[in-house]
C-alpha cells in the first residue's frame, strides 16, 4: 500500500493511498479524491445528491482533496474549469452505467478472501485455459463462468487466463477496446463477482491471469487525453490509434497509472500475472522500458507467491523475457505464433497471409520442441530475434486461441477444419511439447460454436469496424474473394456474439474429445512432473516426427507423430528410436484409442520393424504402461 501525501494544512491527516489517482475510502471515514489533469486550472469533484466539491491543487499537475461524508457505493464526476460536461474519473474503480456514466466508490476492502494460503502455480506446471467472460456461458456473468471451474479443474487445467475486462463501451465487446482500465466491467457483473471467481478458483488449485491492453485505448469513451493530453504520445502511433505516452514530455504520471494498473489487479483483486496484449506496439525509448517496470510491479503487488507474465509479441523478440541482469525485462513467457501457424498449416495445407513462411513439415515440429521459435532472425528480418537461452516455459503455445480462431473469417475451430484424426493427433503434440500449452473455450470439448470478431458500436463506428476487419482479413487470398466478403459477420450484430456463446451441454456430447484432453494432460504431468525432462527429436518422414524424453531410471519415454500416410520401416537409421538397454517399447497411449474415436491400433514395433498409423500420434514408454 502507498501512501501519497498531497499538498494540505498540517492539521488534516495524510491520505492512506492504493493507486496514484482515483477515489478511496478512508480508515478514518471519508473518501479521498485525487486526479492528474496538468491542462486544467480548477477541479471539482460532483458527488451525486450532494454538492460540488473542489479540489485542492498540488505540484505536478494533481489535484485532491478529501471529502468526509461520502462512503463506498456513491457515484460522482469531475468537472474541469467549470466546463458544461462533467467527466468520469479516469481511475474509476467501477462504471455501472458504462464508459460515458458516473463512477462509483469501491471499497476493495470489503470482499472476504479465503486464499490466505494460496502460493500460486509455478511456471512449469502452467495449463492455461484462455477465457472470454461474455461468451463462456449464456448468462455472460463472472457468477455463471464461475460454475464451470471444478470442470476445468477434473480436466487438469491449472489457470485461467482471462480476455480483458476493464470497462468498454457497447454491450458485447472482446475488451481489447477498453476505456476505464481500472473498473471491471459492468457487463459481466460487479467488482465483488469477480473477487468471487478469483477466490473460487484458487481453492480450486486455479490460477487466474488477466488479458489487459497498455498498447492503446478504446476510440469511444476514451476521456483521457480530456484531463491530460500527455497520456497520449506525439512521436508514436499504431494501427489502432494513437499510442500510449511512456516516453515522451509529461510521461512520468502516465507510467505511474499504467504500472499502478499492473499492480492494481494482482493486488487488490488477487490475479496471479498478466498477458499484455500486442506489446510490439507498445513503444519507449527510455532508459527503463516501461515493460521493465510494470514487471517489477506485478512481481512486488505478488508478495512472493509465484506470479506470470506473458506477452504477445508479434517479433518475437527475447529480450522480453531475459532477466533483469542479462540486460532484459524480466517477463516469463511470449507468446509462439510460430508453434500455431506451422500446424495450421500442417492441418489445413494452407500457405496464404501470414502463414505463407511456414510448410508445416516434420522439421518444423521438431525445431519447435528444441528451440521454441522457428525464426530467430536466420533470415535477416528485422522481427525475430536469437532466443536459443531461453527454457521451454518462456513460450505459450497452442492450437487455438481467441485470435486465430477468428481469423478463419467464419470462426471455425481446429476440429473443424482438419481431419479428425490430423487434429487428434495434432492434439497431443501440443499437449506433451515443451512449452507452456494454452487452450481456448470450448477446445477440450470440440466446441461447435464459432469465435468471430464482435464489438458493439455506435453506427458510424461500427460501419469503420466492419470495413477494417473485412480489409484485415482480405490479407488471406481465400477470404479476399468477393463471396467470402459478402459473407463475412457484422462484428456489431447482436447475433454474430451470439453465435459464439459455448453450449456446455456439449462437454456430454463430445466425451471422446474431452477424454483425448483430459488423459494428455494427465500424461503431460506424468512426463514433465520432475521437473523438465531432456528432450531430443528427429524426422523420419516428411510428415513423421518423433520426441523423447530422457526419464530418471531409465524411464524414457517416445513420442511419434504421424500426419502422412501410414508408414512402414524395416530399416530406421535414427537413434533416438532405439530402446533403452535390456527393455522393450511398449504402448502407452494412443490417438486412436476408441476411447477418443479412433479406429484402434496395431503394435507399433515388432520384429525390428516399425508400423505407424497415417493421421496418429503413439506414446511409448520403456517401463510400464501408464494409461
Given at each position: 500500500m502507498?501512501?501519497?501525501?498531497?499538498?494540505q494544512?498540517?492539521?488534516s491527516p495524510?491520505?492512506?493511498?492504493?493507486?496514484?489517482?482515483?477515489?478511496?475510502?478512508?480508515?478514518?471515514?471519508g473518501v479521498?479524491?485525487r486526479?492528474w489533469t496538468?491542462?486544467?486550472?480548477?477541479?471539482?469533484?460532483e458527488?451525486?445528491?450532494?454538492?460540488?466539491h473542489p479540489l485542492?491543487?498540488?505540484?505536478?499537475?494533481?489535484?485532491?482533496?478529501l471529502?468526509e461524508?461520502?462512503a463506498?457505493g456513491?457515484r460522482?464526476?469531475y468537472r474541469?474549469?467549470g466546463r458544461?460536461?462533467?467527466?468520469?474519473?479516469?481511475?474509476?474503480?467501477?462504471?455501472?452505467?458504462g464508459p460515458?456514466?458516473?463512477s462509483?466508490?469501491?471499497d476493495?476492502?470489503?470482499?472476504?478472501?479465503?486464499?490466505?494460503d494460496?502460493?500460486?502455480?509455478?511456471?512449469?506446471q502452467l495449463?492455461i485455459?484462455?477465457?472470454?467472460?461474455?461468451?463462456f456461458?449464456p448468462e455472460?456473468s463472472w457468477?455463471?463462468?464461475?460454475?464451470?471451474?471444478?470442470?476445468?479443474?477434473?480436466?487438469?487445467v491449472t489457470?485461467?487466463?482471462?480476455?480483458?475486462?476493464?470497462?468498454f463501451?457497447?454491450?458485447f465487446?472482446?475488451?481489447?477496446d477498453g476505456v476505464?482500465?481500472f473498473?471491471?466491467?459492468?457487463l459481466?457483473?460487479?467488482?465483488?463477482d469477480l473477487r468471487r471467481f478469483?477466490?473460487?478458483?484458487?481453492?480450486?488449485g486455479l490460477?487466474?491471469?488477466?488479458?489487459?491492453?497498455y498498447?492503446?485505448?478504446?476510440?469511444d469513451?476514451n476521456y483521457?487525453t480530456?484531463f491530460a493530453p500527455?497520456?497520449?504520445?506525439?512521436?508514436?502511433?499504431?494501427?489502432w490509434g494513437?499510442a500510449l505516452?511512456?516516453?515522451?514530455p509529461?510521461?512520468?504520471p502516465?507510467?505511474?497509472?499504467?504500472?499502478a494498473?499492473?499492480g492494481?489487479?494482482i493486488?487488490?483483486?488477487?490475479?496471479?500475472?498478466l498477458?499484455l496484449?500486442?506489446?510490439?506496439r507498445i513503444?519507449?525509448d527510455?532508459?527503463?522500458?516501461?515493460l521493465a517496470?510494470i514487471?517489477r510491479r506485478?512481481?512486488?503487488?505478488?508478495?512472493g507467491?509465484?506470479?506470470?507474465?506473458?506477452a504477445?509479441?508479434?517479433?518475437?523478440?527475447a529480450r522480453?523475457?531475459?532477466?533483469?541482469?542479462a540486460n532484459?525485462y524480466g517477463?516469463?513467457a511470449?507468446?509462439n505464433?510460430?508453434?500455431?501457424?506451422?500446424a495450421?498449416?500442417a492441418?489445413?495445407?494452407?500457405?496464404?497471409?501470414y502463414?505463407s513462411?511456414?510448410l508445416?513439415?516434420?522439421s518444423?515440429?521438431?525445431a519447435?520442441?528444441?528451440?521454441?521459435?522457428l525464426?530467430?532472425?536466420q533470415?535477416?528480418?528485422d522481427r525475430e530475434?536469437a532466443?536459443?537461452?531461453?527454457?521451454a516455459?518462456?513460450c505459450v503455445?497452442y492450437?487455438?486461441?481467441?485470435?486465430q480462431?477468428?481469423?478463419?473469417?467464419?470462426?471455425?475451430?481446429g476440429?473443424?477444419l482438419?481431419?479428425?484424426g490430423c487434429w487428434?493427433?495434432?492434439?497431443?503434440y501440443?499437449l506433451?511439447a515443451p512449452g507452456?500449452p494454452l487452450?481456448?473455450?470450448?477446445q477440450?470439448?470440440?466446441?461447435?460454436?464459432?469465435?468471430?470478431f464482435?464489438?458493439?458500436?455506435?453506427?458510424?463506428?461500427g460501419?469503420?469496424v466492419?470495413?477494417?476487419r473485412?480489409e484485415f482479413l482480405a490479407?488471406f487470398a481465400?477470404?479476399?474473394?468477393?463471396?467470402?466478403?459478402a459473407?463475412l459477420?457484422?462484428?456489431?450484430?447482436?447475433?454474430?456474439?451470439q453465435?459464439?456463446v459455448l453450449?456446455?451441454?456439449?462437454r456430454?456430447?463430445n466425451?471422446?474429445?474431452?477424454?483425448?484432453?483430459?488423459?494428455?494432460?494427465?500424461?503431460?504431468?506424468e512426463?514433465?512432473?520432475a521437473?523438465?525432462?531432456?528432450?531430443?527429436?528427429?524426422?523420419?518422414?516428411v510428415d513423421?516426427w518423433?520426441?523423447?524424453?530422457?526419464?530418471p531410471d531409465r524411464?524414457?519415454?517416445?513420442?511419434?507423430v504421424?500426419?502422412g500416410?501410414?508408414?512402414?520401416?524395416?530399416?530406421?537409421?535414427?537413434?533416438?528410436?532405439a530402446?533403452?538397454?535390456?527393455?522393450?517399447?511398449?504402448l502407452?497411449?494412443s490417438?486412436e484409442d476408441?476411447?477418443?474415436?479412433?479406429?484402434?491400433?496395431?503394435?507399433?514395433?515388432?520384429?525390428?520393424v516399425?508400423r505407424l498409423?497415417g493421421?496418429?500420434?503413439?506414446?511409448?514408454t520403456?517401463?510400464?504402461p501408464?494409461?
Amino acid at each position: 500500500m502507498n501512501t501519497i501525501s498531497p499538498q494540505q494544512n498540517s492539521a488534516s491527516p495524510v491520505p492512506i493511498r492504493r493507486l496514484p489517482i482515483g477515489a478511496e475510502l478512508q480508515p478514518d471515514g471519508g473518501v479521498h479524491f485525487r486526479v492528474w489533469t496538468p491542462v486544467s486550472r480548477s477541479v471539482a469533484v460532483e458527488i451525486e445528491g450532494q454538492r460540488s466539491h473542489p479540489l485542492s491543487p498540488e505540484p505536478g499537475g494533481y489535484f485532491s482533496a478529501l471529502i468526509e461524508d461520502v462512503a463506498a457505493g456513491t457515484r460522482y464526476r469531475y468537472r474541469l474549469d467549470g466546463r458544461e460536461m462533467p467527466l468520469p474519473d479516469p481511475a474509476s474503480r467501477f462504471q455501472p452505467d458504462g464508459p460515458h456514466g458516473s463512477s462509483e466508490v469501491i471499497d476493495p476492502a470489503a470482499f472476504g478472501w479465503t486464499d490466505g494460503d494460496w502460493q500460486g502455480v509455478p511456471a512449469e506446471q502452467l495449463i492455461i485455459y484462455e477465457m472470454h467472460i461474455g461468451s463462456f456461458t449464456p448468462e455472460g456473468s463472472w457468477v455463471a463462468a464461475m460454475e464451470h471451474l471444478p470442470a476445468l479443474a477434473e480436466l487438469g487445467v491449472t489457470c485461467i487466463e482471462m480476455m480483458p475486462v476493464a470497462e468498454f463501451p457497447g454491450r458485447f465487446g472482446w475488451g481489447y477496446d477498453g476505456v476505464d482500465l481500472f473498473a471491471p466491467t459492468r457487463l459481466y457483473g460487479k467488482p465483488d463477482d469477480l473477487r468471487r471467481f478469483v477466490d473460487r478458483a484458487h481453492a480450486l488449485g486455479l490460477a487466474v491471469i488477466l488479458d489487459v491492453v497498455y498498447n492503446h485505448l478504446g476510440p469511444d469513451g476514451n476521456y483521457l487525453t480530456a484531463f491530460a493530453p500527455a497520456y497520449m504520445s506525439e512521436r508514436h502511433a499504431t494501427e489502432w490509434g494513437e499510442a500510449l505516452n511512456f516516453d515522451g514530455p509529461g510521461s512520468g504520471p502516465v507510467r505511474e497509472f499504467f504500472v499502478a494498473n499492473a499492480g492494481y489487479w494482482i493486488d487488490e483483486y488477487h490475479f496471479d500475472g498478466l498477458r499484455l496484449d500486442a506489446t510490439h506496439r507498445i513503444y519507449d525509448d527510455s532508459d527503463d522500458h516501461i515493460l521493465a517496470a510494470i514487471s517489477r510491479r506485478v512481481r512486488a503487488a505478488g508478495g512472493g507467491r509465484s506470479t506470470f507474465i506473458a506477452a504477445e509479441n508479434d517479433a518475437q523478440v527475447a529480450r522480453l523475457v531475459r532477466a533483469p541482469e542479462a540486460n532484459g525485462y524480466g517477463l516469463d513467457a511470449l507468446w509462439n505464433d510460430d508453434f500455431h501457424h506451422a500446424a495450421r498449416v500442417a492441418l489445413t495445407g494452407r500457405r496464404e497471409g501470414y502463414y505463407s513462411r511456414f510448410l508445416g513439415r516434420a522439421s518444423e515440429f521438431v525445431a519447435l520442441a528444441k528451440h521454441g521459435f522457428l525464426f530467430q532472425g536466420q533470415d535477416n528480418r528485422d522481427r525475430e530475434t536469437a532466443a536459443l537461452d531461453l527454457p521451454a516455459s518462456a513460450c505459450v503455445i497452442y492450437l487455438e486461441n481467441h485470435d486465430q480462431v477468428a481469423h478463419s473469417g467464419a470462426g471455425l475451430r481446429g476440429h473443424q477444419l482438419a481431419s479428425p484424426g490430423c487434429w487428434r493427433a495434432m492434439t497431443a503434440y501440443f499437449l506433451l511439447a515443451p512449452g507452456v500449452p494454452l487452450l481456448f473455450q470450448g477446445q477440450e470439448f470440440a466446441a461447435s460454436s464459432p469465435f468471430l470478431f464482435f464489438a458493439d458500436h455506435q453506427e458510424e463506428l461500427g460501419q469503420s469496424v466492419k470495413k477494417g476487419r473485412a480489409e484485415f482479413l482480405a490479407q488471406f487470398a481465400s477470404l479476399a474473394s468477393p463471396e467470402m466478403q459478402a459473407r463475412l459477420d457484422d462484428p456489431g450484430a447482436v447475433e454474430t456474439f451470439q453465435r459464439c456463446v459455448l453450449d456446455h451441454d456439449e462437454r456430454e456430447r463430445n466425451r471422446a474429445t474431452l477424454a483425448l484432453h483430459r488423459d494428455l494432460i494427465r500424461l503431460r504431468r506424468e512426463i514433465f512432473g520432475a521437473g523438465a525432462p531432456k528432450i531430443d527429436g528427429a524426422t523420419i518422414g516428411v510428415d513423421a516426427w518423433v520426441l523423447r524424453y530422457f526419464g530418471p531410471d531409465r524411464d524414457d519415454r517416445l513420442l511419434i507423430v504421424n500426419l502422412g500416410r501410414d508408414l512402414l520401416l524395416e530399416t530406421v537409421a535414427e537413434p533416438l528410436l532405439a530402446p533403452v538397454e535390456e527393455r522393450a517399447w511398449r504402448l502407452a497411449w494412443s490417438s486412436e484409442d476408441p476411447n477418443y474415436g479412433g479406429s484402434g491400433t496395431p503394435e507399433p514395433a515388432r520384429g525390428g520393424v516399425w508400423r505407424l498409423l497415417g493421421q496418429a500420434a503413439i506414446v511409448l514408454t520403456s517401463g510400464e504402461p501408464t494409461l
